[in-house]
């Protein structure tokens, strides 16, 4: 019964609460309509709790999904009910994809191996890293710069220091006070924003974006709005600015090789519909 249901229509999912404003649909259908295969993403809401995910991520394995991606506020719950995990997941604590298979069910973390290829592919060695943040993603962005092979000292600075303590290992990181910030800005060559701030409905990033460095590279992985105040002012002054879009789509590779099609390509297309869709959203 469960073989017919897998032959049947290639079926992943990403599972969060709320969910509806998910990209991950779009990137999915639109690869899997550029390849011309049958299969099926959805968007699938499931309340905070640990019995109510165990008890929906059971019924998607029995309905024949080969897997889900996961989404806030369940990505440390879904590295919990994982049979298995990924060196990134176990170290970031969380995992944004769950693989169903015969040797159970597979966590891994496609946003820190998302932010590791943006990472390697620098123009230029970066000496120091500014990571700004201490929540779930600035844990994969952590963990990503440890994997470049020339080594990169990190500088790591959060609203509440404790929370930047407690993560800072990961990179080997200094912790500095959130309010010597600009201080720091002036050393780094590159700039990392991994918090909410300068997110459509969150408070901006209170930066003083005269200091930051000549040459340096500034990525922001807040992607509502495209085009962060950090990111405009990078770009006045000719530095390279990368946005989340990079990270999102990078993100969704592994999940679309490994439940639905092949190899999925990260290109223009793919960007401009990603674009469509959020400047629709904020109209
Ligand atoms: P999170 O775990 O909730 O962490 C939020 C971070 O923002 C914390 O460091 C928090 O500091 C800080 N923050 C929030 N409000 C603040 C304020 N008023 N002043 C100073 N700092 C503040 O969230 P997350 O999962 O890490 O996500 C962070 C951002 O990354 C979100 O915008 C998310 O959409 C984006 N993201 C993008 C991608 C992508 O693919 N591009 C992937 C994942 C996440 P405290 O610790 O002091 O609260």
């Not at 404003?21 to 309509?33: C, F, Q, T, V």
């Not at 550029?34 to 993403?41: C, F, L, S, V």
């Not at 015969?102 to 990571?131: C, K, M, Q, W």
Request: proline share 4%.
């Amino acid at each position: 019964m469960l073989e017919e249901k897998r032959n049947d229509m290639r079926r992943a999912a990403v599972v969060g609460w709320p969910v509806s404003h998910s990209l991950s649909p779009l990137i999915h259908r639109a690869w899997a309509e550029r390849e011309g295969i049958a299969a099926r993403y959805d968007a699938i809401e499931v309340e905070p709790d640990d019995e109510a995910f165990r008890k929906r991520i059971k019924e998607l394995q029995d309905e024949g999904y080969s897997g889900v991606n996961v989404t806030i506020p369940h990505k440390e719950r879904a590295l919990k009910y994982a049979d298995k995990a990924s060196d990134a997941a176990k170290t970031i604590g969380a995992a944004n994809m769950l693989t169903f298979g015969d040797e159970g069910v597979i966590a891994a973390n496609s946003d820190a191996t998302a932010f590791r290829s943006i990472v390697l592919h620098l123009p230029r060695r970066p000496e120091t890293a500014l990571v700004l943040g201490a929540g779930g993603a600035a844990r994969g962005v952590l963990w990503a710069l440890t994997k470049r092979i020339d080594p990169v000292r990190v500088v790591l600075t959060n609203r509440t220091r404790a929370r930047a303590e407690e993560i800072a290992s990961i990179a080997c990181a200094d912790v500095v006070d959130w309010t010597s910030r600009n201080t720091a800005l002036r050393e780094a060559d590159l700039v990392i924003n991994a918090t909410s701030l300068g997110m459509t409905g969150q408070p901006p990033l209170d930066l003083d974006h005269d200091r930051l460095k000549e040459g340096a590279v500034v990525i922001d992985i807040v992607y509502a709005p495209l085009e962060t105040p950090l990111l405009k002012a990078a770009r006045a002054r000719e530095l390279r600015a990368i946005d989340g879009l990079e990270m999102l789509m990078r993100q969704a590779v592994p999940g679309y090789l490994a439940w639905l099609g092949t190899r999925a390509d990260v290109d223009a297309d793919l960007r401009a519909r990603l674009e469509a869709a959020l400047k629709a959203r904020a109209a």
